[in-house]
């Protein structure tokens, strides 16, 4: 049977999911069309431009963060680092590449709007940017959220071969960087909890599908970590996935390993196709049973779902049937 070339691209969509926004039932453009501009400080900027009490008044408790955490620089030793030829090079670099943060804060913008709107009881946090020598990418503290940009810098940026993992550097981004803020800012608000391989998948899923509403213009593969390939491959194994994490009897497990294995970052997930599959696997089941629940039980609200501690629960109310 010939397709129409329209009824193709439907198809399409619907068999790979890759390419399609898949909004939520929480979208409303509305929230983004009204979204109020979000402020991004450039710590790295006032550094080098303020005196100590002046980013004290400005950054608070980040600075001493970011001096002693981060940076590891004594007070006696700031002027010396400061004038550090190699990372005034990479200061060079990063304002070139951040000349114009303008879709960045747009973008961050769009997340805020639906976060105000969605948990208005909860803070709004302060957000900034900072240079850390490729330390840490995203820090939290009560009330501010600061990313460290040298590690965005783009998938060609020549030093990322040397000092990251192959499989990191195609989320080192400017475009990736909101998705990361929000997420360190949701992490901080929801931390995990320690427990089987069944929580912390439901636990990321629930992330997951927050990120899918805040970012209603992004493509899930971006918001998982994903590569087009490595999402197109979950979905299209999803269910022997699910098989085998059931057949090996993980999903109950309480093993520190058997969890990291399936939600922390990797190469790809062991015991699966090493040339396929993404690391992580299990938060995009994770994302996957959450939206399988919160399209099935209509009256769950966000909050509702955050606030729902029992992980079989939301399992066994999803119907999750890949």
């Known amino acids: 049977m010939r397709l129409t070339p329209k009824i193709g691209i439907l198809l399409t969509c619907l068999l790979v999911w890759t390419g399609c926004k898949q909004h939520t039932r929480f979208y409303d453009a509305t929230i983004?069309?009204?979204?109020?501009?979000?402020?991004?400080?450039?710590?790295?900027?006032?550094?080098?431009?303020?005196?100590?009490?002046?980013?004290?008044?400005?950054?608070?408790?980040?600075?001493?963060v970011y001096m002693h955490q981060i940076m590891h620089?004594?007070?006696?030793?700031?002027?010396?680092?400061?004038a550090d030829?190699?990372?005034?090079?990479?200061?060079?670099?990063?304002?070139?590449a951040y000349?114009?943060?303008?879709?960045?804060?747009?973008?961050?913008?769009?997340?805020?709007?639906?976060?105000?709107?969605?948990?208005?009881q909860n803070e709004v946090p302060s957000f900034s940017f900072h240079l850390s020598g490729f330390n840490q990418s995203i820090v939290t503290l009560p009330g501010r959220v600061s990313a460290s940009i040298d590690n965005y810098l783009g998938i060609d940026y020549p030093m990322y071969p040397q000092i990251a993992y192959q499989y990191e550097i195609p989320f080192m981004t400017p475009r990736h960087l909101p998705i990361d803020m929000m997420l360190g800012w949701l992490?901080?608000?929801?931390?995990?909890?320690?427990?089987?391989?069944l929580e912390a998948m439901i636990y990321h899923g629930k992330m997951m599908y927050l990120l899918q509403v805040m970012f209603p213009d992004e493509e899930m593969h971006e918001l998982l970590s994903y590569t087009q390939q490595q999402y197109e491959w979950s979905l299209k194994y999803e269910k022997n996935i699910w098989a085998l994490i059931v057949e090996q009897r993980d999903l109950y497990s309480t093993d520190w390993?058997?969890?990291?294995?399936?939600?922390?970052?990797?190469?790809?997930?062991?015991?699966?196709?090493?040339?396929?599959?993404?690391?992580?696997?299990?938060?995009?089941?994770g994302w996957r049973i959450v939206s399988a629940y919160m399209e099935r039980n209509t009256?769950?609200?966000?909050?509702?779902?955050?606030?729902e501690t029992d992980a079989q629960k939301i399992l066994q109310l999803s119907g999750y049937r890949p």
């Open 32 to 64: 983004a069309k009204n979204a109020q501009k979000v402020e991004i400080q450039r710590f790295d900027h006032d550094f080098y431009q303020l005196d100590s009490t002046q980013l004290a008044q400005k950054y608070g408790d980040f600075v001493p």
């Open 73 to 82: 620089i004594a007070p006696s030793k700031v002027h010396l680092f400061k």
């Open 85 to 96: 030829s190699a990372f005034n090079a990479l200061r060079m670099q990063v304002d070139s």
């Open 99 to 120: 000349s114009n943060i303008d879709p960045m804060v747009e973008s961050l913008s769009v997340a805020m709007a639906y976060y105000r709107y969605y948990f208005p």
């Open 187 to 197: 992490t901080s608000e929801y931390p995990d909890t320690n427990g089987r391989l």
């Open 257 to 285: 390993r058997t969890i990291t294995r399936y939600t922390q970052p990797a190469p790809f997930t062991n015991g699966l196709s090493q040339e396929h599959s993404p690391g992580r696997i299990g938060v995009f089941i």
């Open 299 to 307: 009256q769950v609200t966000l909050q509702d779902l955050m606030n």
